[in-house]
C-alpha cells in the first residue's frame, strides 16, 4: 500500500511540475501580469483563462495512475486555479468542461460523482477570488488553505455518496484521496506562490524604472531652469547616460554644436564610441545604425537640436529605452518652449515698463520746468543748478529698466528731485534718510523706485499742509527681502480713496503709485506689489518687500574692461 502511494504521488507530481514549468512561462506575460490583483477581466483575457485551465483540467485527468479502485489525477488543480485568478464564469466553465469530460469520457465506477463534484469545485473555488484577492500578502498560504479545504470538501462528498462501499474499505479511499489532496494542495499554492513573487519583481522593476524615470525628469527640470548654456546642455547627456546605464554614449546638438558624454565599460566600446562621437563631431549626424538612435527635437515645426545614445554594436534599445528617451525629448522640447515664452515675457514687461517711465517722466517734468521759468530772470544761477538736477535726473531714468541699479544710485536721482521740489517748496519740505553705507552700494533694485514713491508723498501728503511736513526714506533688512518704505506727515489719505489707490484708471492722482506698484508686480511678482497705509491728518506710509539682489561682478570687471 505504501510504495502504492508513492508512486501516486510521483506519477501526479510528475506531471503537474511539467504544467508548472508552463505556468512559470506564463506568469511573465501580460496574461497574467495583474491576474493576482484584478478583479475584474475583459472578454478577451476570461477566454484566454477558460481555455488554458480547461486545458490544464482535461489534461490532469488523462495523466493519471490507478490506486484504491480509483485513479490519481491532478484535475482539480486546473479548476481550483481557474476560480481563483479568473473568478466565478472561468471557473465555473472550466469546471463544467472538466466535469462534463471525466463523467462521459472516463469509463469508472465513480465516473458521475467525480464529475459533478468536479463542476461543484469550480464552482466553489469561483467563488472563493474575492476573499482570495483580498489578502494583500501571502497568497501563497491563503491559497495552500483554500485548496486544501476545497479537497477536503471534495472527498468527503465524495465519501458521503459512495456509501457503505467507503465504510467497507477505507483504505482504498485513503489510498486514493491523500496523494490528490497532497499534491494537488501544493500544486495550487506553488502557481499562486509563482504568481506572486513574478508580479512583486515586475512591480518592483517597474516602480524603480519610473522612479528612475521621474529622477531624470527632475534633475532636467533643476538644471535647465539657468537656460539652455553649455553647462545646462552637457548636464543633460550625463543625466541621460546615468538613467539607461546601458548605454556607451549620449549626445546633444544645439545650436550647431556637439555636447558628448561617454560612458564606454570595455576597450570596444571606447573604440566604438570614439569613432561614431568623431563622425558626429564632423557632420553633425550618423547614419542610420540598429544601436544608435536619433531624437529631433522640435519648436514651432522647425529642428532646433538633437538627442542621439548609442549602445554596444549587436546591443538594441528595448521598449521602455525608447520611450524614456522619447519622453526626455519632449521635456526637453517643453522646457524650450517655456523659455522661449520667457524670454517674450520678458521682452512685453521691459516694454511696459518703459511705458510706466514715460508716464512718470512727463508728469515730474511739467512741474519742474514750471519752477525753472521761475528763476530765469531773477535767479539765473539757481535755474542753471535746477537743469542740472534736472538733466541728471532724466539721464537716470534712461537707464535700462531690467538693469538693477545701487541704491547708491537711486538715492542720488532722489536728492535731484529733493532740491527742484525744495527750489518750490522751501522750508515746507524735510527729507531724511535711513540708509547704512553699505546698504547704499551693494543693494541692487529697480531704476525710480523709490523716486516716485517720495514725489507722491511731497505733492499729495506734505505740501498740501500749510505747515509742510517731513518724508522719511529708509530700509529695514530681513533674511531674504528689504522692506523698502517711504513715511511722510503729510495730509494722509481717506479710507474709500485707500481702497481703489492701486487700482488702474484711466484718470487718476497718484500716479507714481500705480506705476511703481505695476514695476514691482511685473519684476518681481504679486507678493510684491506696494502696500499702503494712511490715516487723515496723520500721514501715510508706502513700503514694499522686495527680494535681495545682491551686486554681482559682472565679465567686464572680471577682463578688468
Known amino acids: 500500500m505504501y510504495n502504492t502511494f508513492i508512486n501516486g504521488v510521483q506519477h501526479v507530481w510528475l506531471g503537474i511540475s511539467i504544467f508548472l514549468l508552463l505556468i512559470l512561462s506564463f506568469s511573465r506575460t501580460t496574461i497574467f501580469r495583474n491576474a493576482l490583483t484584478a478583479r475584474y477581466f475583459d472578454r478577451k483575457r476570461l477566454v484566454l483563462f477558460t ?29 481550483m486555479l481557474a476560480g481563483f485568478i479568473g473568478g466565478p464564469a472561468v471557473g465555473s466553465i472550466t469546471g463544467l468542461i472538466a466535469g462534463l469530460h471525466r463523467a462521459f469520457f472516463i469509463n469508472t465506477d465513480a465516473s458521475y460523482i467525480h464529475g459533478g463534484l468536479s463542476i461543484l469545485q469550480g464552482i466553489a473555488a469561483g467563488f472563493t477570488t474575492n476573499y482570495l484577492k483580498s489578502k494583500h500578502h501571502r497568497l501563497w498560504l491563503w491559497a495552500l488553505i483554500y485548496a486544501f479545504l476545497l479537497e477536503v470538501l471534495f472527498w468527503a462528498f465524495f465519501a458521503l455518496l459512495t456509501w457503505p462501499e467507503t465504510v467497507a474499505n477505507p483504505n482504498a479511499l485513503a489510498l486514493l484521496s491523500l496523494p490528490i489532496l497532497i499534491t494537488n494542495t501544493i500544486a495550487v499554492s506553488l502557481f499562486i506562490g509563482v504568481l506572486e513573487v513574478s508580479t512583486y519583481i515586475w512591480d518592483s522593476e517597474k516602480t524603480k ?92 515645426n522647425e529642428i532646433i537640436g538633437y538627442i542621439i545614445a548609442a549602445k554596444s554594436k549587436g546591443d538594441t534599445f528595448t521598449k521602455m529605452g525608447i520611450e524614456f528617451l522619447n519622453g526626455v525629448c519632449h521635456i526637453v522640447e517643453a522646457i524650450y518652449e517655456y523659455e522661449q515664452m520667457k524670454e517674450e515675457k520678458n521682452l512685453l514687461a521691459e516694454a511696459e515698463i518703459r511705458a510706466l517711465q514715460a508716464q512718470i517722466n512727463p508728469h515730474f517734468l511739467y512741474n519742474t520746468l514750471n519752477t525753472i521759468s521761475f ?14 538736477y534736472l538733466s541728471d535726473y532724466f539721464r537716470h531714468s534712461l537707464n535700462n529698466p531690467s538693469k538693477f541699479i545701487s541704491l547708491a544710485e537711486e538715492m542720488r ?59 522719511r526714506v529708509g530700509l529695514i533688512e530681513h533674511k531674504t527681502y528689504n522692506k523698502i518704505y517711504v513715511i511722510d506727515t503729510g495730509v494722509g489719505i481717506s479710507r474709500r480713496k485707500l481702497k481703489t489707490l492701486l487700482i488702474d484708471r484711466k484718470r487718476r492722482d497718484h500716479i507714481g503709485l500705480i506705476n511703481v506698484h505695476q514695476r514691482l508686480v511685473s519684476i518681481f511678482g504679486e507678493r510684491c506689489g506696494l502696500h499702503i497705509l494712511s490715516k487723515e491728518g496723520k500721514g501715510t506710509i508706502v513700503f514694499a518687500n522686495v527680494p535681495k539682489v545682491e551686486k554681482t561682478k559682472g565679465k567686464d570687471d572680471e577682463h578688468g574692461n
Request: proline share 4%.
Open 51 to 79: 481555455v488554458l485551465f480547461s486545458a490544464m483540467a482535461v489534461s490532469g485527468t488523462y495523466w493519471s495512475v490507478s490506486a484504491g479502485g480509483g485513479i490519481i489525477n491532478f484535475r482539480a488543480v486546473g479548476i
Open 209 to 300: 524604472t519610473t522612479k528612475n524615470t521621474f529622477d531624470a525628469i527632475q534633475m532636467i527640470f533643476s538644471t535647465l531652469q539657468a537656460g539652455f548654456k553649455d553647462l545646462t546642455v552637457t548636464k543633460i547627456t550625463e543625466i541621460i547616460t546615468t538613467a539607461l546605464p546601458s548605454l556607451i554614449w549620449t549626445a546633444v546638438i544645439y545650436k550647431n554644436r556637439v555636447y558628448i558624454r561617454g560612458a564606454y565599460k570595455t576597450k570596444e566600446d571606447r573604440t566604438q564610441g570614439e569613432a561614431e562621437t568623431s563622425i558626429l563631431r564632423l557632420q553633425k549626424s550618423l547614419p542610420d545604425m540598429p544601436h544608435v538612435l536619433t531624437f529631433p527635437v522640435r519648436w514651432q
Open 375 to 388: 528763476y530765469v530772470r531773477s535767479d539765473p544761477e539757481t535755474a542753471r543748478k535746477l537743469i542740472k
Open 413 to 471: 536721482v532722489i536728492d535731484c528731485y529733493i532740491q527742484l521740489e525744495r527750489a518750490r517748496f522751501s522750508d515746507r519740505l524735510s527729507v531724511t534718510y535711513d540708509f547704512s553705507e553699505d546698504m547704499l552700494e551693494n543693494l541692487q533694485i529697480p531704476p525710480l523706485l523709490l523716486q516716485p514713491l517720495v514725489e507722491n508723498a511731497v505733492i499729495h501728503g506734505v505740501i498740501k499742509r500749510e505747515e509742510g511736513g517731513t518724508v
